[in-house]
């Protein structure tokens, strides 16, 4: 096993060079997938005639292989220095862009979906393990919370700008080529992140499974589940309720206003989270999570009944709540993961993090397709993404709350 070299005393320094390329060289990163994220859904459907049932099984292929490969890049990652696997990885994630240029095919597009997947799921593990070392754990909320905030940049000007050139030019390999210039420019900045070599120590020890797996968050990993199933129906098919919905405006809009919701929450949440208020937040925002997607659920009924401006109001005020409650969500589920592993399994417990999310992204996607392919559509699959939070929530009360009260190291 290898041990973290701990903190200089007084070190309580956040903003360091590292610590801004890390979240630059993040931004960038996720900008380049949010890029792709809301066209890849028209992209099968006009390019290779796919039902919306395929789109599903299609998009989730890439959130199946980052669960795949999650448990071992943990392993792996608190094994050797993580700055060096971070840079390999995040090269093949970018290289992995350049397959849907040369996908011609539904299966061939399936395939590069799946090695895309398994470069995320290890650059995304690395890069959450990275950013803990470089910065002081007494601001550790506050600093996920800050790292957090530029996936959600990027989540408000990928979708936007990327559905802009698709409703000016429908030119769909615009967008990969703008994706693959994002991912290179942001390589090169994450080049720049330093981190202090850490003294490893290996020692034999069986394999087993807790070595891939943080057993002390399993039941973090179910409640934390839940709330992910109805997030990954959103990202995958709020593009098309918009329209069934009959809303003219883009649906970069959308995103934007969930990304501003993000953004604004994850800055108090991070603070609330370091003075010790950490349940308090994924209770609140497990709760307006809730409300968000019953209001979703309820809107297509309203827009049968009447056509006032009403519809498109709340479809918005619905983005921005999203962005609110899993803005406080993102930094306080992360750091009860990294605060009940200890030093040497910091990377175990972000892909334990990171797994538990993509398992209910996973589940989002095939599930959801497949409720919005029946008559119910999709305002019945964002009411089953409603009734997933309602449990999310009961497990978080009743099992993950008091665990943590009694295992955490922090």
Known sequence: MDHQIPATS????LWTQSFIS??????????????LLPVLPLYLIEEFGANKTTVGIAISCYTVAALVIRPMAGFVLDMFNRRPLYLLAYFLYVLCFVGYTLASLLGIFIMVRIMHG???????TAGNSLIVDIMPSSRRGEGLGYFGVANNIAMATGPMISLFIHDHSNDFFVIFYAAIASGVLGFLIANTIKVKKRVIVREKQPVALDRFFLAKGMSGGVSLLFTAVPYGMVTTYIV???????????????FLLMAAGLIGSRLFAGKLVDRGRLLWVIGCGTVVCLVSYLLLSSLMKLHVLTESLLVPLLFYGVAVLLGVGYGMLFPAYNTLFVNLAPHNRRATASSTY?????????????????????????????????????????????????????????
Do not use: Q
């Not at 007084?10 to 320094?13: L, N, P, S």
């Not at 098309?240 to 003219?248: F, K, N, Q, T």
């Open 10 to 13: 007084g070190e309580d320094k």
């Open 118 to 124: 398994l470069t995320y799921g290890m650059v995304s």
């Open 240 to 254: 098309i309720y918009g329209r069934e919905l009959g809303i003219e405006t883009s649906m970069g809009v959308f």
């Open 354 to 410: 990171l797994t538990s999310w993509d398992i209910g992204i996973g589940l989002g996607l095939i599930v959801g397709g497949r409720i919005a392919d029946t008559e119910g559509g999709l305002p019945l699959s964002y009411l089953v993404g409603a009734f997933a939070v309602a449990l999310s929530l009961v497990v978080f009360h009743k099992i993950t709350a008091p665990h943590y009260e009694k295992n955490k190291l922090v």
């Open 22 to 35: 890390a979240c630059v060289g993040n931004f960038l990163l996720f900008f380049a997938f949010y890029l």
